[in-house]
């Protein structure tokens, strides 16, 4: 299963490890997703979007 969030579509981002001598390795940083329910649906989002959801059905409440 990939690692995309389903609604702001943000994926795994590339990044480089430096050691002492700044020999550069590649890496991988995956983003933090959760299952969720919304709207009925169970989706993978990540827990940003899932803040801002909370967020906004607060002020909604």
Known sequence: M????KLCTRGPARSATR???NL??????NINLQP???VGTRVLICTK????VKKIAK???
Do not use: G, Y
């Open 19 to 21: 050691s002492h001598s």
């Open 2 to 5: 990939a690692q995309i969030c």
């Open 24 to 29: 550069q390795t590649k890496k991988w940083s």
């Open 36 to 38: 969720r329910r919304v």
């Open 49 to 52: 979007c899932w803040k801002t």
């Open 59 to 61: 002020d909604l409440a």
